[in-house]
């Protein structure tokens, strides 16, 4: 596919679906965490789909629905309602999907994204609820006919519609603005947001238009996408197509595409519906949501501080970066963490901000490879470290009980086991030397040893002092005192008594 040219521009609008995280389906009792059960286990007959049953709302999906809304700077509406979505899919067992047409919970917000230093507003269109289907499961046999299977747990599980303005003019805004979008839904609580999973699922809608056209083009829904960096190929890929097509004197055609990863293409589908192909009308099992603004503003005073706010206090109340502000606040469990150790921090030495660079410096740093190496997220249950251990270890250093090489081990092994850093210094024998005696002994041991980084200072290259003091921490397994060590050093390569 060649390089697209400049006379026109992309416009990407995205719809996001996000499964919530409640106990129970949204419209019956039938629980909702389904990702690891036996097929069709969470059923009953409503979300079977069986005649003469009645549906029930479930007010905790409706209030996660008001929360999203709130943290999208959505206007909330005062009543909305539930429709019938007609359409004939073999994953939908009634034939049709409770959704919300024209009277959603939430219209009008926006979600700022920032990109390469700059930020921008995208606009939010709406905010709705409604129920997901089933899923399918394709099958080969072993003749090589195929058939597809019906698991109907997934069905009825409440699911949440964000849908934004066409305000997307490229892939990379794509992707800052689903990724963005994911940090609020976990922030809140309201969906574990996992493309892989399939808990968070994005349609992009693409077209192109000449540049400086107010009209749009022809939209093309993009589907099959199970990350952001397959959003942010599939986009390219389609931005680049429809472009060639229309130079060539083609035209493009309203449709639903699918992404091919492992050919790295968009393939036709079907060609995209219109809103009055699924014939919607009003719920008739189902009453007229009344959202009072008591009810609004109870909600609201529930809500988490949001990651923008946040940020922003970081660097104003704790002086830190803007990119460490924006790296502890990617996450709101390693967050609350880092804030949490500062406090445990501060309540030792009388200044909850003051040690607050040190304690980021440790949680971006050693914390966060060990999250990483072990595959943790800070609030997964095997993760044993806490933020009161993470405050002992810093009082351990600043108190001079041991050096940082050492709080690196008791770190990694607090991580592991769980047990109290005093314990671990004093059962591995840790405890910093600052004995000029002893350290004098490992001192010689590492001279005796090392000859040629000795000619190397002697000749004028203060870089092996940092060697010879990085050797004789190493005969101490890090428990020399750092500056202690470094003084010897340097008076017995001088000659000085």
């Known amino acids: 596919m060649t390089t697209a040219v400049a006379e026109y521009e992309t416009v990407i609008g995205v719809e996001v679906h996000a ?41 905790h999906a409706v209030e996660m629905t008001i929360m999203t809304g709130l943290a999208l700077n959505c206007e909330i509406a005062e009543t909305a309602k539930f429709d019938r979505k007609n359409y004939a899919y073999p994953d939908l067992m009634k034939g049709y999907q409770i959704s919300e047409y024209d009277l959603p919970i939430c219209t009008g917000g ?46 009825g599980v409440p699911l949440m519609e964000i849908v934004s303005e066409p305000d997307i003019r490229s892939a990379a805004e794509a992707r800052a603005y689903l990724v963005k979008l994911r940090q609020v839904l976990r922030y809140i609580d309201a969906s574990r947001a996992n493309m892989e999973e399939g808990n968070m699922r994005c349609e992009p809608n693409v077209s ?91 909600i609201r005073r529930r809500m988490p501080e949001l990651p923008d706010a946040r940020r922003q206090r970081f660097q104003s109340d704790y002086r830190l970066s803007a990119d460490d502000s924006a790296r502890l606040t990617l996450n709101r469990a390693l967050a609350e963490f880092f804030e949490q150790a500062v406090r445990e921090k501060g309540s030792q030495n009388g200044n909850a901000g003051q040690d607050a660079k040190t304690v980021a410096n440790w949680v971006l740093g050693d914390v966060s490879r060990l999250l990483n190496q072990h595959g943790y997220e800070i609030i997964d249950p095997e993760v044993k470290l806490t933020a009161a251990n993470l405050a002992d270890i810093l009082r351990l250093i600043e108190a001079g009980a041991i050096s940082s090489t050492a709080a690196k081990r008791v770190l990694e092994e607090t991580f592991r086991t769980g047990a109290e850093p005093g314990t671990i210094v004093e059962g591995q024998g840790l405890a910093q030397i600052t004995a000029n005696s002893e350290i004098d002994e490992a001192i010689l041991r590492v001279l005796s040893q090392n000859s040629k980084a000795v000619d190397d200072y002697k000749g004028g290259k203060q870089e092996a002092l940092k060697f010879l003091v990085g050797q004789v921490m190493r005969e101490t397994w890090g428990r020399a005192d750092a500056a202690v060590t470094t003084d010897l050093l340097r008076k017995k390569l001088d000659g000085q008594p």
């Open 208 to 298: 192109i238009r000449p540049a400086g056209s107010q009209e749009f083009g022809v939209k093309v829904e993009l589907k099959n996408i199970n990350s952001f960096r397959h959003v942010y190929d599939a986009i390219r890929f389609e931005e680049a197509r429809q472009r060639e097509a229309v130079l060539a004197g083609g035209r493009i055609s309203q449709e639903t595409r699918g992404w091919r990863d492992d050919l790295g293409v968009t393939v036709a589908q079907r060609s995209k519906e219109f809103a009055h192909d699924y014939r919607y009308f009003p719920e008739p099992d189902l009453p007229e949501l009344v959202i009072g603004r008591d009810w609004v503003e109870e």
């Open 19 to 59: 499964q919530l995280l409640t106990r129970s389906k949204m419209f019956c009792s039938c629980r909702s965490d389904y990702a690891h059960s036996e097929a069709n286990t969470h059923v009953c007959p409503i979300c079977l789909g069986m005649p003469g049953v009645l549906p029930v709302i479930n007010k």
């Open 110 to 155: 926006w979600l700022e994204i920032d990109l390469e230093g700059e930020t921008k507003r995208i606009g939010i269109t709406r905010v709705h609820l409604e129920e997901d289907t089933a899923k399918l499961a394709h099958v080969k046999a072993g003749s090589g006919e195929g058939y597809s299977l019906i698991d109907v747990n997934r069905s």
